[in-house]
Each structure stands twice: as C-alpha cells, then as structure tokens.
C-alpha cells in the first residue's frame, strides 16, 4: 500500500472540499438567504428557576417591522410536542428515569438562565430584537441550584417529577464481587475529582431557517445539525410538526458541531413550525455568540470519587466509582447515555481489572442542559481512571508507566466486567513507543533544568480506551436506545462513470467529500475528481444516522463499501454478458475488468456505460443501471486506544503552566488519510489542553447567573497556548469491519486532560489539582508551598 | 439612511447604510460577500477579519460608514485571475482548516502579518500574531505551517 502518493486508502490526499472553503464560497446556514425571509430573536429568561405569571406583547406586536410574536400557550394551542431525551435510562431500582417536561417555548416556569421564552418574528434581526427587549414577562423567582454537587435534594425542585432532582440513579458491575476484591486488597487509593463543565464553543454559531410552503404544505428547515435525517424524525414523530415526507431536513456546510449540534433543540424547532403561522415565509435565526454559551448544550460536569485496590504485586483488583453527573435543567437529546453506558463502560481502561462497581447519579440543576461534547462520556472515564492510576503507582512508589504495564490487557478478546469486549489492541506497543518519542529517560535531566531557572516540571501519562461506532442496534436497543445505530450509503454509478456517493454521514470538519471519496476511488480504480459525497440533506439521502462518536469511519464507510460490493458484482455481471463470459470469470482490478485466460478487458467507464444503455444484455435476466445501497449494521463498537504523555513546565512566580512537550501515540487501526487524521489528534489535544487549563463554565451560586459568557471570560485555547505535537500510530487492525478502521475523532480530547493533569500535579508533587488549572489556580497553590519552604 | 460608496475586491460598490450597520453585515446582507464569517460578539473570534485599506481589521466591530470610500478586500478578493493567493494554496496544502469557519479570517489575518513581520516567520511570532483569531478544529499546528509556508511562498 503506497501511503504517501496517489488517492488511494492510506494516501494524503489534500481535501476535496478546501477549495471553497480557503475562497470564501462555503454554504453554511446564515450565508444561505431565501425570498421574503424574516428574523426571528428569541425573549430567554434572565432568571435561573422562576414562575412565569405573565407575558405581555402587547407592546411588542405594535413595534416596527414586527410579524409574529410565539409563546408557549401558541405552542400548547398548537399541540407541538416537547424536546425529547432519546434514551431511556432505568435506575438500579427498576425505575424508569425522571424526565421532566422540556416546551419548546417554555410554560409556567423557566429554569435556566437562557430559557426560550417567545420567539419574535420581525422583517430584520435589529426589528426582531428591539421587540423581543419589549417583551414583558412577569417572573416570580424560585429557589436555584447550579452546582451538581449540591443538587440533589436542595431546596429548588426543579421537576414535579423529580422532586430531588435526581433524574437517575443507575449502576453497573457486580458490587458485592467488587466489595470483596476491596475487603482482599493491600493497598486502596481514594481520589476525588471534578470534570469541569465546558461549553462546546464550535465557530459557527447554530442557525436556522425554517421555511413552509402553503401550496405543497411542507416544512423545509435549513439547520446547523450534524444529523439531519435524525432532526427530521425527531421533528416529525416526537414534536409532530408534519410526517417525514412533508419535512425536508438541510444541513449545509456546518462549521464544527463537537457533539453540540447532535441534538434537536428549541430554537430550530420553533422557527420551522412558526413559519405556518406567518403564512409560510421563512423565519432566520442565527445565535449570537453570547445565546451559544447560554443555550448551546454544555458538556462533561460531573464530581466523582472513586477507590482503586491493589494487591500485594500492584496488580489492581477492583474499582469502585461513584458519580453525579449534571444534567441542566431538562434532559437533551442524547444526555442520558453519556454518564451511563458511554461513561462506566470505559472504566476498565486499558487494564485487567476483575471487579468494577460504578454507581451513578444524574441531577437536574438550573443550568443549560449538558449533552454528549467531544468523547461524551469517554473523557471522564479515561480521566478517573488514569487520575487513579497514576495516583496508585505514585503511593505504591512504582514507576507509572511500568504499573500500568503490568495491569494492561494482552489477552484478546477481553471481557471487561463492565460490558464491553475489547477486540484487538498492543497496549504495551503503543507505551513503548510513546516513551521513547517523548524521551522520557532524559525527562529527569530536563527536571533538574528547569529547577535551576526557578521553573517546575512534570511528567503525565494516560493509556486511553474509547468505544466508538456504537453498535449493534439491537444490542444498544436492549440498554435503552431509541434509535439503531447503524449507517446508511447509496453508490449512484453515472452512464459515464464518474460516481456519486449519498452518505448518511455528515462532515463537519471531518474531510469526507475527500477520505471517503478515497475509498471509492481505490475500490473501483477511478480518478479521485470524479467521484462526488453527497449529505446533509433528506431529499437526497434517504436516511441515516450522522456523524459523532467517531462513527464516520468504522459505520459510514463501511456502509459505502458493501454498497461498492455490491457495484461490483453487478457491473461483473454487465461485463461478463458484453464480453460474452461467464461472471464467474471476469475479474476486476484497477479499474478494469478483465476474462480470466483471454485479453478481454472493459474500463469501469465502459461497463457503466453498458449499464445503462442495456444494449448487449438480456433486461430480464439483469436489470439496467448501475446504482447500489447498503445499510450497514455493526456487530461491536470499536476501540481505539493510546498513550499520551505530557511534559509541562510551571513558572512559579505566575502560575503559568506551559505545555512544552506532548507526545501521542494512537491505535486507530487503517487509517484512510494520514493527514486528516493527524489533523483531528491535533484539535482533539488541544480541546483537552483547553479543558485541563484554560476551559471552565461558571455559573453563580447566588443569582443563578452564567459568569462565562462571553470569550472575555471563557478562555478558548489559543494558538500561543500550545504547542506542536510529536504524534505516531500502532496499528491493530479492527476486526469488526473490512476497512479494519476504528476511530480517531475524540482520542485528542479523551486523552488529553488526563495526560496534562497527571503532568501537572506532578510537577507540584500533590495529589490534586482543579480543571482548569489556571495561573490563578496554580499560583494560589504554589504560595503555601513558598511560604513552606521559606 | 445615508448611502456610501467602497471599493471592494477591486469594484466599487455602493449602498444605503444605517449608522450602525456593521461592515461584515454589509458585506454579508447587502453586498452578499458570505465568505466573511461572524463567530462572536465581543470581537474576539477574528472569523470576520477582512482588509481595509491594506490592514486587517475585524469587521465586526468596524461600523461600515467609518468604511466609507476605503478599499476593502475580502477572502472573496484574494485569488487573482482565478489564481489562489500563495497563502490560501498553503492552507490548503498544510491541512489547516477542517470545518473551514474560521479559516477566512485566519487566512486575511495571516496575509497582515506577513505584511507587518516578512516572509521569514519564526513559529513563536506566527503564534503570539494570530491571538486575535481563534480555531476550534485543528489545534493550531497545521494552521501555523500553512502561515509558515504561505509567507515564505508569497
């Protein structure tokens, strides 16, 4: 396989869809306009938990350029069905989860600072806002709470329903075996951790424009989703805006989603049904920055404490792990499998550990729902495990990386205690591996270094495991899913041979229009250029999934390739009748295919060509055309898995931690494009960095209020805050898919915060430090520690 | 509303604008330039970043009459005669965009500092020049050998 040249699997083929990008002539939702549009803004409440007892619009409706002013009586009048969280968690007592009412404009009450209250419907945006400011609604403030840790059973309800506020309380593992293996132990490590809310923070604000036509009574909504067949099912069967077939779902160029733009939320929904009441006219919405961080649903926040048992030889014997997970004020879309069945899944890790007990409980607090973000559930996983791993080998004086060799699984398949079953993987290759790029034998000498110039380093590893391409369906059916988890591909063959490919998958940064046109154009041995990946849209490809979960690769591709099996037989077929051979005989490579013992031979162009003019075969025996489908259901998730470790240096005089060395090592399997995937470690790392030091959604304890809103006060990561990265691959092909791909999205982010933190309390030698470790953070740490040494 | 005449990506232009109106909406509603993107509200993001009268500024918070007979080129008016400007072929040819939100801006702010710094960039300045522009994909490393490239081509 020549993987530097060429466009084939393995090559680094410069994308396909930068052209209009690096021109300026993208597509996405706000730069799409359509005749007689208006603007819609929305009235959010300002309070964290309060009863409405009056909306007044009087005012509103005379201001100028006003079309419509929605409330939630127009939608309760209406029979607009609510938000929905589609996966049903029962908790350990067999009680199905509390999920709460969730309006799509809100009915009696507000619980988060950013609720949608009224939706203004105005000829420009400036018109819609200056109403929506006129809008008066009258609020009677309740009890809040915003913190998970106090949540549950505080003063504020925040659902009849769940009158503690606690929507679930789930376990998995077998927790007298578990109790035991911590009654055997030698050593126990306890820890106590808090995964930091962040608010996801792609770059291009959600937007919507939804659109009714009074002549063929159907919807058409324009939307910033990375799963537009999944929004019109939503949409259709739950809310009940009109059946599938009156609702066209486009989801054009999407700038970045990062699990945030997965889910259906309230503001597209409204806009696309409030077009009805305008007469059909097509409402705009685009979010402000500012409505992103209020509304846009948060990822991670749980607090966490977990035990970890060892015997005698540091071979770990049980993991014991409680958690409370933050849900915000109503459940989204997906929001309940992230700390369930993405999260306690992945506790064993990379290591052999016989016994895990996790018990979780997920809690309403007044604050924006929080959902699957980057790794969903995968991060905070990987991140109380190698915390507490690194934690162990530390009090057990053992080197921390040669403690997780000794407890890595070698043996595969690997039956966790914890439902999954590992299929293939080299723990051991890729830690190798990893040490050695990141130098770790001259680590010391650079310790020493940099104490003579007053700075402080450290070293972290984290070995990771993720799942991803979640599957089988009927597997994630019988834990509660309310969807299939598989992934559809249509494979048109034109008269002339170029191809196009209609995807259930869709890109948003992840370079399919190229990696996928990749594994055509390698299939069936055409020029790259003329293949086309046609998504996004639910006129065009008939159903499907998305993309998140790193699931494009494994699911979607795999999709397109029995699709181009199945091309491939037929087109046998074709060539087999026009070169008067048997199929059995005709064979084809490189584009070409050939008669087995003869010097016959047809280029794909012409047996697609044949295809279609169905000159030289009997129609009733083959039918015209060439033109394939496939739906492809995986038999088990796949799992990628890694090393990273971290070098960062801490200036003790600022608190400023500089991560000066970061080196990953990545099992993905076959990898399509080197350089897209490489690209997606890279963001991955530096969303993680950004998680561990820079990253934090603040709300107010007092007055409910989110105190990072704005890039003022949310610290993105920046180009000056990182650095280069030292990457490299293992390669154990997935056994589960012909591809032998497994997944590359999330590592960068699951990896990440583990390998930063264990560097960083490192360098200050304690146990613990908060995410994000900010200068502030650090520098408050580091004073008793000058004051001690002093 | 007072009309305002502009030159951009070479053409002059013209339109009726309300004091406030932003540049990057004129650009976007009026003159339907949509390659300039808006990522926030609190001009942080750079998304938006386009040239006036040979610098960059961010666009969003330029109100377009205080733009009012200046030369304005945008991402749009970059390539010459069908020709990409050397550091959009770097960007391209780097990998340093993914979803490609950002890249506009990136790409108009990098082609600035090349004219403030010089086609010799050392990754340190590449870095501390392109905090007023922020990426949420790619993690900055493709980003900063497509300027390194881009400017030494250029």
Redesign the interface.
């Given at each position: 396989m020549d993987n530097s040249t060429g466009t084939g699997i393995g090559a680094r083929v410069r994308r396909k869809e930068d052209h209009r990008f690096i021109t300026g002539k993208g597509n996405y939702t706000d730069d799409i306009n359509l005749p007689k549009q208006t603007y819609a803004y929305f009235v959010r409440s300002p309070h964290a938990h309060a009863t409405i007892k009056s909306i007044n619009t009087a005012k509103a409706k005379k201001m100028p350029g006003v079309v419509g002013i929605f409330t939630g009586d127009d939608i309760a009048n209406d029979k607009l069905g609510g938000l929905i969280c589609g996966w049903m968690i029962h908790s350990k007592d067999g009680s199905p989860m509390k999920a709460g009412p969730h309006p799509v404009l809100a009915q009696g009450k507000v619980r988060y600072v950013g609720d949608h209250v009224a939706l203004v419907v105005a000829e420009t945006r400036e018109q819609a806002k200056a109403a929506a400011a006129a809008v008066s609604v009258g609020y009677v403030a309740l009890p809040h709470v915003v913190d998970v840790a106090d949540a549950m059973g505080a003063k504020a309800a925040i659902h009849d329903v769940a009158p503690d506020n606690r929507v679930f309380n789930w376990s998995i593992g077998d927790e007298g075996a578990t109790d035991a293996a911590f009654r055997n132990a030698a050593h126990v490590t306890k820890i106590d951790l808090v995964n930091n809310r962040l608010i996801p923070n792609a770059m291009e604000p959600r937007a919507a424009i939804g659109s009714y036509d009074t002549g063929s009574e159907s919807y058409t909504l324009y939307t910033t989703s990375q799963n537009p067949h999944v929004a019109r099912l939503v949409i259709s069967a739950f809310h009940g805006l009109a059946p599938e077939h009156k609702l066209r779902v486009i989801a054009p160029d999407v700038g970045g989603g990062f699990g945030s733009k997965i889910f259906i939320y309230a503001e597209e929904v409204a806009c696309v049904w409030a077009s009805k009441h305008i007469g059909g006219r097509p409402i705009k919405w685009t979010a402000e920055r500012s409505e992103s961080f209020l509304a846009d649903a948060h990822g991670r926040d749980h607090v966490t404490h977990a035990e970890l048992a060892t015997d005698s030889n540091g071979r770990i014997t049980g993991l014991k792990v409680h958690t409370k997970a933050a849900m915000g004020a109503y459940l989204s879309t997906f929001a309940s499998c992230v700390p369930t069945y993405l999260y306690a899944t992945l506790l064993s890790g990379q290591y052999n550990i016989p016994n895990i007990y996790a018990e979780v409980d997920a809690i309403y607090t007044n604050t924006a729902p929080v959902d699957a973000y980057r790794g969903a559930g995968r991060p905070e996983a990987t991140y109380v495990v190698e915390r507490i791993v690194e934690t162990a080998a530390r009090e057990l004086k053992m080197d921390p990386a040669e403690f997780r060799r000794m407890n890595f699984v070698t043996q595969f398949p690997h039956q966790t205690p914890v439902i999954m079953c590992y299929d293939a993987g080299d723990y051991a290759a890729a830690l190798d591996k990893a040490l050695e790029i990141a130098d770790v034998k001259g680590f010391a000498d650079r310790k020493s270094a940099a104490a003579r110039s007053g700075k402080l380093r450290g070293l972290g590893y984290s070995a990771y495991i993720e799942a991803c391409g979640i599957a089988p369906s009927a597997a994630i059916g019988s834990l509660g899913a309310g969807v299939g988890l598989w992934e559809s591909a249509e494979v048109r063959v034109n008269p002339v041979g170029t191809v196009e490919v209609l995807t259930g998958s869709h890109s948003h940064g992840q370079g399919h229009e190229t990696t996928f046109a990749q594994l055509v154009s390698d299939r069936l041995g055409i020029d790259i250029n003329n293949v086309a990946i046609v998504h996004g849209d639910t006129d065009k490809v008939q159903f499907g999934m998305g993309t998140y979960g790193s699931r494009s690769g494994a699911v979607g591709m795999t999709a397109i390739s029995k699709a181009l099996d199945k091309i491939e037989a037929k087109a046998k077929r074709v060539a087999a009748a026009v070169m008067e051979a048997s199929a059995d005989d005709v064979e084809f490579k490189n584009g070409t295919f050939t008669v087995k013992g003869t010097d016959k031979k047809m280029a794909f162009g012409e047996v697609a060509l044949s295809a279609y003019v169905a000159h030289k075969f009997n129609s009733a025996e083959i039918e015209p055309g060439l033109k394939e489908a496939a739906f492809h259901d995986p038999s088990n998730f796949v799992f990628p898995a890694g090393v990273h470790i971290c070098e960062v240096e801490i200036d003790t005089d600022t608190g400023v931690t500089d991560v000066v060395n970061y080196t990953a090592v990545d099992d993905f399997g076959n990898i399509i494009n080197p350089m897209i995937v490489e690209g997606q470690v890279h963001g991955g790392i530096v969303q993680g960095i950004g998680q561990a030091l820079a990253e934090g959604c603040v709300y107010d304890k007092q007055s409910g209020q989110l105190l990072t809103g704005s890039y003022m006060d949310y610290q993105m990561p920046r180009a000056a805050n990182v650095p280069n990265f030292n990457l490299a691959f293992t390669c154990t092909p997935c056994p589960s898919n012909p591809l032998g791909m497994k997944g590359c999205g999330e590592a960068g982010a699951i990896a990440s915060p583990a390998a930063v933190m264990n560097a960083v309390t490192d360098a200050l030698d304690v146990r613990d430090v908060p995410m994000p470790a900010t200068p502030h953070v650090v520098w408050k740490m580091l004073q008793p520690m000058k004051k001690a040494a002093e | 509303m007072p009309a305002i005449t502009m030159k951009v990506n070479g053409q002059a232009v013209c339109g009726d604008v309300e004091g406030?109106t932003l540049l990057v909406e004129f650009l976007?509603d009026k003159l339907g330039?949509?390659?300039?993107?808006?990522?926030?509200?609190?001009s942080?993001?750079g998304?938006c970043v386009v040239h006036v009268d040979g610098k960059a500024v961010k666009s969003c918070t330029a109100l377009a009459i205080s733009c009012a007979d200046s030369e304005v080129t945008?991402?749009?008016g970059?390539?010459r005669n069908g020709k990409?400007h050397p550091m959009?072929e770097a960007?391209?040819?780097h990998?340093g965009?993914?979803?490609?939100?950002?890249?506009?801006g990136m790409?108009m702010a990098a082609v600035d500092i090349v004219k403030r710094k010089g086609k010799k960039l050392d990754?340190d300045t590449?870095?501390?020049e392109?905090?007023g522009?922020?990426?949420?994909?790619?993690?900055?490393?493709?980003?900063?050998a497509a300027v390194k490239a881009g400017a030494a081509s250029m």
């Open positions: - | 406030r976007r330039l949509t390659g300039t993107h808006v990522g926030c509200d609190t942080q993001c998304a945008t991402i749009e970059l390539a990409l959009q960007f391209r040819e990998h965009l993914q979803c490609g939100f950002c890249t506009p790409i990754e590449i870095r501390h392109l905090e522009n922020i990426c949420r994909c790619t993690g900055y490393q493709n980003i900063v």
